[in-house]
């Protein structure tokens, strides 16, 4: 039973991660390789305030969340206005210095020995109903104006501005918005296992967060969460090792560009999702 | 943020294309500016008419000068028509126009204010409105989001009234959606709403483009070539369209067009520009029988 609540904890911080990359890679159409940093910032950043100020959970994920936008920020000011291959090379650039200074700050850290005492706060229900809420809240935005406007940006830049989109603030706005999913995923993290070390967070996580939300289907919130869910859950279920891991995940990557590049739900969402918009619809 | 141009209460045939509006004491200082290009004698053609003006615009790619020192006006509630061979600098003129491309040299003023030099949604924002030559909608949203995407720009609930579905965005939204309803109306596309712009033909994804720019409500519609790839048929139907929509909206159009049928039936002033640089302008009877604009056209297939 322990066994199963703990894939079941773990598989809801992956889904609120891989919320976070949907609004980033998926709505705004930007590719983060340094997204994993961005976790580490909302875990130590929690973590460290558990341990040494002895802080309450809940003001602990608000820092940490804060922390994650703040690095997200001063990332995305040089970043977001590059051409969007540069993107995906200079936030993995970003990344792994974040990781680096990780390593370099033992003092207050931990190094590469990793922060270790965490106070064990998140929950099995705990980690449910943040997922569950992050998903509402990325569902919200998607269905919002600022969804659309990151749509319209990841289509063509210049009709988006000739529509009055301001393409600099919509993508900075879809990157905070995303990185703060992040930093909650991470502040989740480091409650539940009690313990970070920076090597968790290098760029292969990022790398498989994005493919996860490609195997879904890149434009489908519904199949982000479903992907996640999938492939956060197997791989425990089968104790593989981090190795099959990325054997697994090659392989899928091979699949979906090859029988269904659009990923497996395409533009699909559940009905639900989106019945109030519709209501809206047919009152006028 | 937008200033207080629209309220998202008001019907769509808004504030902003009030009789006057162009008028402001803004627009004064453009007055006796444009001695290249005397004006033409037309009805409505004084200075406090003119709601969009540019003066010596240039603008070059590498050793190519696409655009030399042009300098035209439109006046509120006419249509004017920017015509040329091809590879002219009629796109350039309009992505001047619109902020897509900044001007080497030269001024835009639009009701008053200076806009050549501020960002492009800026520009739109401040009443330029556009469609492209090759039609641009968003492949990744419907015919109604494509629309609603204009009207969006002029909301001004925060992103936690959206994150969080706050009041403010159930007002803003549901007023957007009966607007998006009457500018889907306008074009004859409420059935395709939720059809994939990909999913309609050509000539329904230009009226998608039409209703886009629509909803924006521009001062001034820039349209880029918007008949062609029209049958005649469609070309007709298209003007009809084009005109029932003005008389609705007040519209005031600068229109590129090749199409001759288009040009004579809907614009109250040419202008015409063949390497970069104006040759003639004038009345649609003027332009036909300008020498200058007969010898430019001379071997072009759109003669
Ligand atoms: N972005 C650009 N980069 C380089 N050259 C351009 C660009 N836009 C237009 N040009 C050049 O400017 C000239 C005018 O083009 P354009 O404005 O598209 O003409 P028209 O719309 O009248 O057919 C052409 O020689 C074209 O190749
Ligand atoms: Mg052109």
New binding site residues.
């Given amino acids: 039973m322990g066994y199963y609540l703990s894939v079941l904890t773990f598989t809801s911080i992956t889904v609120v991660a891989i919320t976070s990359i949907y609004v980033i890679t998926g709505l705004a159409g930007l590719f983060s390789l340094g997204q994993a940093a961005f976790m580490a910032v909302g875990a130590y950043t929690s973590g460290i305030l558990i341990t040494r100020l002895s802080m309450p959970f809940l003001p602990a994920v608000v820092f940490g969340i804060a922390a994650g936008m703040l690095a997200a920020f001063l990332v995305g000011i040089p970043t977001l206005k590059l051409r969007r291959d540069y993107i995906a090379l200079v936030t993995f650039g970003f990344g792994e210095a974040i990781i680096a200074i990780l390593n370099n700050t033992a003092n207050v850290t931990g190094g590469a020995m990793g922060l270790v005492g965490i106070t064990p706060y998140t929950t099995t229900p705990v980690a449910v109903g943040i997922a569950v809420l992050a998903v509402v809240l990325a569902r919200n935005f998607k269905y919002s104006r600022f969804g659309r406007q990151c749509i319209a940006v990841k289509n063509d830049e210049v009709a988006a501005a000739s529509m009055g989109v301001n393409v600099a603030g919509i993508k900075m706005m879809a990157f905070l918005f995303g990185s703060a999913l992040t930093a909650l995923a991470g502040t989740l993290y480091a409650s539940y296992t009690t313990y970070v070390e920076p090597g968790l967070f290098v760029w292969t996580l990022s790398a498989e967060w994005i493919i996860i939300v490609f195997f879904g289907g890149v434009n489908s919130l519904t199949g982000a969460v479903v992907a996640a869910v999938l492939l956060g859950t197997l791989p425990e279920i089968l104790r593989a090792t981090a190795e099959w891991r990325i054997a697994i995940y090659s392989v899928l990557v091979l699949l979906i560009i090859n029988f269904r590049p659009s990923g497996i739900f395409g533009e699909y969402e559940l009905p639900l999702w989106r019945s109030i918009a519709r209501r809206f619809r047919r009152a006028g | 943020m937008q200033g207080e141009r629209n309220a998202a209460s008001t019907p769509p045939v808004g504030d902003a294309l009030a009789p006057g509006a162009g008028v402001g004491p803004g627009s004064g200082p453009s007055v006796g500016l444009g001695p290249s290009v005397g004006l033409g004698p037309g009805p409505g053609s004084g200075p406090e008419g003119v709601v969009l003006r540019a003066e010596g615009l240039d603008k070059h790619?590498?050793g190519?000068y696409?655009v030399r020192n042009l300098t035209m006006q439109v006046e509120q509630g006419h249509t004017v028509s920017l015509i040329?061979p091809?590879?002219?600098?009629?796109?350039?003129?309009f992505n001047l126009l619109s902020g897509v491309?900044p001007p080497d040299a030269g001024r835009i003023v639009l009701a008053g204010e200076e806009i050549s030099g501020m960002p492009q949604h800026q520009i739109a924002r401040a009443g330029i409105g556009r469609t492209f030559?090759n039609i641009r909608l968003f492949p990744g949203l419907d015919v109604a989001e494509n629309v609603m995407l204009s009207l969006d720009a002029r909301n001004r609930y925060h992103w936690y009234d959206g994150l969080l579905r706050l009041p403010a965005f159930h007002r803003e939204d549901r007023a957007s959606r009966d607007q998006l309803q009457e500018y889907l109306a306008a074009v004859a596309l409420e059935k395709y709403a939720h059809s994939k712009p990909a999913e309609l033909s050509y000539g329904y994804q230009r009226r998608v483009e039409l209703a886009r720019a629509l909803a924006a409500r521009p001062r001034v519609l820039l349209l880029d070539e918007p008949a062609a790839g029209l049958n005649p048929g469609e070309v007709e139907e298209f003007i009809e369209l084009l005109e029932r929509l003005k008389g609705d909206y007040n519209l005031t159009i600068l229109i590129?067009e090749h199409r001759m049928q288009v040009v004579m039936r809907m614009s109250s002033h040419v202008y015409v520009?063949n390497f970069?640089a104006l040759i003639a302008e004038g009345t649609p009877e003027q332009i036909q029988n300008d020498p200058a604009v007969v010898s430019a056209y001379i071997g072009d297939a759109h003669a």
């Fill in positions: 790619f590498g190519v696409a040329g091809n590879g002219a600098g009629k796109t350039t003129v491309n030559q590129i520009m970069g």
